[in-house]
């Protein structure tokens, strides 16, 4: 098996490093080689026997299989322009990115990759940190069959449950990821709209995030569990879950992507603005469902509910 390397250890990607690494040691494969911008995220990652490599350029010269995980398209982009314009073969390697992006960066990483006998394979993901944990993920893959099929056994039962086959064209799983998280954004706004309505009728947030989770889902459960616990906005310097300017990048993309082809995306829009607006008022430190924060501050509550952070 080709040596892997993995370049991204922030919300997501420790806890699937950790579950691939974990496969690689119980099949005693080569370990893996990870990288990050604060490498002292990978300790966790290193007590479980993977290898660390300061250098992004170093760990590509070292791996034939590269996964990224990072926040944003620049962040793939900058990683990718210096594997590209460092000189060395890249020849047969496949990158695998776990991110979300537009599906226009991965058209372009997947020509210049082309050109260098390499391969580009968009492996973006749906479900949260808790999930990445249980290593339960959903992924879409999207790429050149021959890559895909060389990916897959890392994926499937290793940090994912269930792999959507998009094809050959990466640019599909990307739009497909893009276009989960309309349904993601909208929802999270549909249940801290219900919360903050339960609260204010002194109907309770406890009868009603039982029923969210039982009539809605375990996903919807989930989301009303973020705003009861506190974690949309969570401790300072502590990193939150799925981070508020990550979802409205997502929004943006998705809104983007509509406008070209003439279609509406009413709710999305109300709640990348309310995104947007508890952002301006509490700051970068806040989980995607931080809507919540400002439904309650237009109800005439505190932003911040007894479980929260409070400034
Ligand atoms: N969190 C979720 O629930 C979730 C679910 C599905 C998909 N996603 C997507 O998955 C991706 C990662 O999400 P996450 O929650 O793990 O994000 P995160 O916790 O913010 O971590 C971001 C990662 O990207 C790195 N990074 C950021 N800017 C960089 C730059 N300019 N150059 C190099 N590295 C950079 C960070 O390095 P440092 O550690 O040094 O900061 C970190 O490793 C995002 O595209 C997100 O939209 C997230």
Same mark, same amino acid.
């Given at each position: 098996?080709?040596?892997?390397? =993995?370049?991204?250890?922030?919300?997501?990607?420790?806890?699937?490093?950790?579950?691939?690494?974990?496969?690689?040691?119980?099949?005693?494969?080569?370990?893996?080689?990870?990288?990050?911008?604060?490498?002292?995220?990978?300790?966790? !990652?290193? @007590?479980?026997?993977?290898?660390?490599?300061?250098?992004?350029?170093?760990?590509?010269?070292? *791996?034939?299989?590269?996964?990224?995980?990072?926040?944003?398209?620049?962040?793939? /982009?900058?990683?990718?322009?210096?594997?590209?314009?460092?000189?060395?073969?890249?020849?047969?390697?496949?990158?695998?990115? *776990? %991110?979300?992006?537009?599906?226009?960066?991965?058209?372009?990483?997947? %020509?210049?990759?082309?050109?260098?006998?390499?391969?580009?394979?968009?492996?973006?993901?749906?479900?949260?940190?808790?999930?990445?944990?249980?290593?339960?993920?959903?992924?879409?893959?999207?790429?050149?069959?021959?890559?895909? $099929?060389? #990916?897959?056994?890392?994926? /499937?039962?290793?940090?994912?449950?269930?792999?959507?086959?998009?094809?050959?064209?990466?640019?599909?799983?990307? !739009?497909?990821?893009? @276009?989960?998280?309309?349904?993601? #954004?909208?929802?999270? $706004?549909?249940?801290?709209?219900?919360?903050?309505?339960?609260?204010?009728?002194?109907?309770?947030?406890?009868?009603? +995030?039982?029923?969210?989770?039982? @009539?809605?889902?375990?996903?919807?459960?989930?989301?009303?569990?973020?705003?009861?616990?506190?974690?949309?906005?969570?401790?300072? $310097?502590?990193?939150?879950?799925?981070?508020?300017?990550?979802?409205?990048?997502?929004?943006?993309?998705?809104?983007?992507?509509?406008? +070209?082809?003439?279609?509406?995306?009413?709710?999305?829009?109300? @709640?990348?603005?309310?995104?947007?607006?508890?952002?301006?008022?509490?700051? $970068? *430190?806040?989980?995607?469902?931080?809507?919540?924060?400002? !439904? &309650?501050?237009?109800?005439?509550?505190?932003? =911040?509910?007894?479980?929260? &952070?409070?400034?």
């Amino acid at each position: 098996m080709a040596q892997v390397g =993995w370049y991204g250890l922030g919300s997501m990607g420790l806890a699937m490093a950790s579950n691939l690494q974990r496969h690689l040691a119980a099949k005693k494969a080569l370990n893996l080689i990870y990288s990050n911008r604060t490498m002292s995220r990978g300790a966790p !990652l290193q @007590a479980l026997g993977a290898v660390a490599e300061s250098s992004f350029e170093k760990l590509v010269t070292r *791996c034939g299989i590269i996964f990224t995980m990072v926040a944003n398209d620049s962040a793939l /982009q900058t990683l990718l322009s210096s594997a590209l314009g460092s000189g060395q073969s890249l020849k047969d390697k496949i990158f695998v990115d *776990c %991110s979300t992006v537009h599906p226009g960066i991965v058209s372009t990483a997947v %020509s210049q990759l082309k050109e260098k006998d390499a391969s580009f394979v968009a492996a973006p993901v749906f479900g949260g940190n808790p999930i990445a944990v249980d290593g339960k993920l959903v992924f879409a893959i999207g790429g050149p069959r021959a890559a895909t $099929e060389a #990916v897959k056994p890392l994926i /499937q039962d290793v940090m994912g449950r269930r792999v959507i086959d998009c094809g050959e064209d990466a640019t599909k799983s990307s !739009l497909l990821k893009i @276009a989960g998280n309309i349904v993601t #954004v909208n929802m999270m $706004e549909a249940v801290g709209e219900a919360q903050v309505f339960a609260e204010k009728t002194e109907l309770g947030t406890g009868p009603m +995030e039982e029923l969210i989770g039982e @009539a809605f889902g375990a996903v919807a459960g989930g989301y009303s569990k973020r705003l009861t616990s506190g974690a949309y906005a969570p401790p300072l $310097e502590s990193r939150p879950g799925f981070g508020v300017s990550l979802a409205i990048k997502d929004a943006k993309h998705a809104m983007a992507m509509a406008q +070209e082809q003439g279609v509406q995306l009413p709710g999305l829009e109300v @709640a990348r603005h309310n995104m947007e607006a508890a952002r301006d008022y509490a700051g $970068e *430190c806040l989980d995607s469902s931080a809507m919540y924060g400002r !439904l &309650r501050q237009q109800a005439g509550l505190e932003f =911040w509910n007894e479980k929260s &952070r409070k400034a």
